[in-house]
């Protein structure tokens, strides 16, 4: 069966939305991926579908309380036997890396909690989270941004997702370093000319070159990113070039 993801969250057509467009949107038609998501205010137990509260302590903001979060998980592992790993989104989650992504997207079944306000009550993210993810050093009005990202991310590394599989082999960081610059045509143009070798046909040259432009602007724009690189004495080579 294919590989599935459920979020929770109070605004699942934010989610449903993001999911009728592109890459991820198509291996959702082609059943490459299913995703659900589920309206937490379902679970709410008053008529006034209540899923927060003030938090102890005082302060501002409000919690989202335990248990329509419990019941809704509960329901949501019901759902599929395959056993699932629960990621909660926020800020204090590790950094989102697309070597993360990709240990995530072998995952058969994950479940993503999206999170409102203040965040959700401690006991609940101790008993049922997996691993708390964040997207970025800033803080989001809610974790549906930060979800969908995540299902794009592991959605469009799913097996035929992508028109040709070796895009993603080329994507930035997939070598732990950044994309080189693309170009297309026409070759020559009233802002600047393709440079010669990429039109030369000689692809030993060609993949030299990329390389070092992928190393070039990895060394400019992230050398964090260069730093934690291990480089082959080749790449060494062409970054001293
Ligand atoms: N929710 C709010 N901000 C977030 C972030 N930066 N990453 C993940 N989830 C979030």
Redesign the pocket.
């Known amino acids: 069966a294919a590989p599935r993801i459920d979020v929770i969250t109070l605004f699942p057509e934010f989610i449903e939305s993001s999911l009728e467009v592109g890459v991820v949107g198509r291996a959702v038609k082609r059943g490459l991926l299913s995703v659900q998501s589920w309206q937490l205010r379902d679970f709410a137990h008053d008529n006034y579908k209540t899923i927060d509260h003030r938090p102890y302590g005082g302060g501002p903001g409000m919690v989202m309380l335990i248990d329509p979060l419990r019941e809704c998980l509960q329901m949501v592992r019901q759902a599929d036997p395959r056993p699932a790993h629960v990621v909660y989104?926020?800020?204090q989650?590790q950094p989102?890396t697309q070597a993360k992504v990709r240990e995530l997207a072998h995952r058969p079944r994950l479940v993503l909690l999206?999170?409102r306000y203040e965040g959700i009550d401690e006991r609940l993210l101790q008993a049922e989270v997996d691993e708390e993810?964040?997207?970025?050093?800033?803080?989001?009005?809610?974790?549906e941004?930060?979800a969908a990202v995540l299902v794009d991310a592991v959605g469009r590394l799913q097996d035929g997702a992508l028109n040709d599989p070796q895009s993603a082999v080329q994507d930035s960081f997939e070598n732990g370093v950044l994309d080189c610059p693309h170009y297309t045509r026409p070759e020559r143009h009233e802002l600047g000319d393709v440079p010669a070798l990429l039109a030369s046909g000689d692809h030993r040259k060609i993949a030299r070159w990329r390389r070092q432009q992928s190393l070039g602007r990895t060394w400019l724009r992230r050398p964090d990113v260069l730093a934690r690189c291990d480089l082959s004495a080749d790449d060494r080579q062409l970054l001293a070039e």
């Open positions: 989104l926020s800020p989650g989102l999206c999170g993810v964040s997207i970025g050093d800033y803080v989001l009005s809610g974790g941004l930060a």
